[in-house]
């Protein structure tokens, strides 16, 4: 007589129970096969910009859905734009004033909306155009850096016609250009076609942003534990504005104060490190006009630029190398005495007999072509010292 083993039916809740450990065991395998890189950075600096760019050219960019999400964003920065240069105008020293009696009108009915309107209507939309083309509101524009402004002001406002179509759909460069404060950890996964220098296959990138507010910063400790690369942005154009949360505190001074902490964190010892020198666009534009780092960075005067990084009378160029040094001489500190977290609750001492490496790339966040060329290089390096760091060579 053969008997058979009575098998017990699941109740539905064991069925989830038993669902949800199987998915926490493939996350896990993921997980320990990717390649987690963090963006850390002050607020705008421009790593958000950065993970929808990993979209765009890693998985799928935005659906028809997600783009009509982003109406309401790109309509509302661009009232924030106009609304801030507005409220502005009068309050400049010296102040200035709208060129006509019709754009002051013009003023008005934008302020009497508010900093958070939300439906615009046809005849919002020529008050907007009109106060764009007003050469007070124009100057106003050009003096940004004394206030709080959007960087992408000028993108949106350029774009007015298309942006009050009613049949608008924005385009890959209104998604990069539009701005939300990240105030939760994002995350973006997507893979990489490796060079046949290493191996054939994919590899799987975990990418993690985080909020660059002073507020936000305080959660940037729970996605410490195993990252391989930090990617720091720094937005090099502001070397001559202040914090939104600190009107006193340069924010380029802010964001170097930042990188030395984060350079030194015992938790990102053994983390790579790449700083992405961004928004060259605005800061090629700033200089161009006449703006000069020396103001807000004295030993600007007394910097030379190498003969390798171009003609020293280039003041664009001489700029962004001195930033860039700027950050290079934290990372050329010896610390004498390190401190590893190995495991939780567990650190080790030693001192540090070597320099550690940190590579750095001129970035502009919302130029797809540029941020594919230095992922390109960014994703072969990290590749290759993951490889190295695991005793495993690449192939010539």
Known sequence: MVLFKCMRTLSPEEKLSKELDQDIKQWQRNY???????????????????????RILHVQGYSDKERQDYID????????????????LTLMEPSLDFQDDDSEISGNYILAMGPHATIFSEEYYD??????????????YRRSNEFQLIDSAKYFLDRIYEIRKENYVPIDQDILHSKQTTIEIQKVEFSVNVSKNFYNGTQEFWMFDVGGQRGERKKWIQVFEGIHAVLFVVACSDFDQNLCEDNKQNRLKESITLFTDVWNSRFLVDAGFIVFLNKQDILKDKIESGKDIGIQFPEYDDYKLSSKDGNSFDHYYRTRCFIRDTFVKITQQKRDNVTKHIAPGITLNYEETKLRDCYYHFTTATDTDNIKTVFDDVHSMIIETNLRNSGVSGVE
């Open 32 to 54: 320990d096969n990717s390649i987690k890189l963090l963006l850390l950075g002050t607020g705008d600096a421009g790593k958000t910009t950065i993970i929808k760019q990993m």
């Open 127 to 140: 008050h907007v155009q009109r106060l764009w083309e007003d050469l007070g509101i124009r100057e106003c």
């Open 73 to 88: 964003i790109v309509r509302g920065n661009l009232h924030d734009a106009i609304y801030s240069l507005v409220s502005h």
